[in-house]
């Protein structure tokens, strides 16, 4: 089975590459915003839709007429940022259809464009370009540029992208024909709780720590954050410390990243089937009810669960998983979180005086008692097992 992967490796450009990286992604930002703008007034001016096709051929004339700018770059890259701005109108529509909240495409300011694609390998780009001594890339306009490549890049390179993470570049590369690698089968079944006082519990009992990245870092994101405050806007202090908070926060992300690998890869080398809880994070990191003059009930309190939830990092590792597991052959079930925690694994009684205390779980009708996550681990995996089941037979 072939599955698509994408690589991600961090970039070493000299000086002179990461100025040019740095020109790329504001022209492609500039041209990005000049075609909003395009289809902004034809449609307040005569009421016309203007379209991917319509803008795409102005793009001969516009490299033509701006041979040091535009024209320098990648005409295929600029096509995919045109299919960029594209989408979003597509997205936009698309929930005005169906009711939702639209969101009409915003101009993009200095540092919220951060990405430039080439559609294509060979194409204004090439992976691989010298071959033989360290891995480089070439990129029309930029060079022969270093990438420090961990892995090896297997199947073919569709599609490349770079991307500008505060002062650090990195390299995406995406690829389709890739192999799967399949596991051998260990016949383990585990269901997985997922927490905040623990990352995550499995049925057998093991229990993962929360490592609260963002937390171990709040006292300097707190110095910084402060400095930023006091410093005068749009100075070079300002901009530095600006930057020293990208950087703060990029590592706490890297961090999280780093440990939802780790934790997900374990889960996959040892166990042939996986069940985990549907979570909805966006519904449980809603804001409590209320205003800032009329506040309401615990409004502090559920502010600081919420800041807890997206520190761990949830769905990042649940999609992480997914992908792990799909590579590996092993399967991947969700399912109904309601009540797995308040449920007696003995003798099926839900209520929700059975759930003690945080770590502690009690039966009130047949006494049984265990670890609360390790109780909701098992109720998950005896759904999970259940659901297997039914989509079997």
Request: glycine share 10%; charged share 25%; hydrophobic share 40%.
């Amino acid at each position: 089975m072939a599955v698509i992967l994408a690589y991600k490796f961090l970039l070493r450009p000299t000086a002179r590459q990461a100025a040019a990286l740095a020109a790329c992604v504001e022209d492609h930002r500039q041209l990005y915003n000049a075609a909003l703008e395009e289809r902004r007034g034809a449609y307040r001016r005569a009421r016309l839709g203007i379209r991917y096709g319509d803008q795409s051929a102005q793009l001969k004339d516009i490299r033509r007429f701006d041979p040091g700018g535009q024209g320098r770059w990648s005409f295929s890259s600029q096509q995919a940022t045109l299919r960029r701005l594209d989408k979003a109108f597509a997205a936009f529509f698309r929930r005005i259809k169906a009711g939702q909240r639209a969101g009409y495409p915003r101009f993009k300011g200095v540092g919220w464009f951060d990405t430039v694609q080439w559609p294509k390998d060979r194409d204004g780009c090439r992976w691989n370009s010298i071959g033989g001594g360290p891995t480089r890339v070439y990129l029309q306009g930029v060079g022969h540029v270093r990438v420090h490549a961990h892995r090896e890049v297997d199947g073919r390179v569709k599609t490349v992208s770079v991307k500008r993470e505060g002062r650090r570049w990195y390299v995406i590369v995406a690829c389709d024909g890739v192999s799967a690698k399949p596991l051998p089968a260990t016949g383990s079944v585990v269901g997985v709780d997922m927490g905040v006082a623990l990352f995550l519990t499995t049925s057998g009992g093991v229990q993962v720590n929360n490592p609260r990245h963002l937390a171990a870092s709040a006292v300097r994101l707190a110095e910084v954050q402060g400095a930023l405050a006091r410093g005068k806007r749009g100075s070079n202090r300002c901009r530095k410390t600006r930057e020293r908070f990208a950087a703060l926060h990029a590592k706490v992300r890297r961090q999280r990243l780093d440990h939802a690998h780790k934790t997900a890869l374990w889960l996959v080398r040892h166990h042939d089937l996986i069940v985990h809880e549907d979570l909805r994070i966006a519904n449980m990191t809603r804001s409590a009810k209320g205003t800032v003059d009329a506040p309401g009930v615990n409004v502090a309190a559920k502010a600081g669960l919420n800041r807890s939830i997206l520190d761990a990092g949830w769905g990042v590792f649940l999609s992480i998983l997914a992908a792990k597991a799909e590579s590996a052959g092993r399967t991947i079930i969700a399912v109904d979180p309601r009540n797995t925690s308040r449920t007696c694994p003995s003798c099926g009684h839900c209520a929700r005086e059975n759930r003690v205390s945080q770590a502690d779980f009690v039966c009130v009708q047949c006494g049984y008692a265990a670890h609360a996550d390790v109780v909701g681990a098992n109720n998950v995996l005896r759904a999970g097992l259940a659901r297997q089941a039914v989509l079997a037979a």
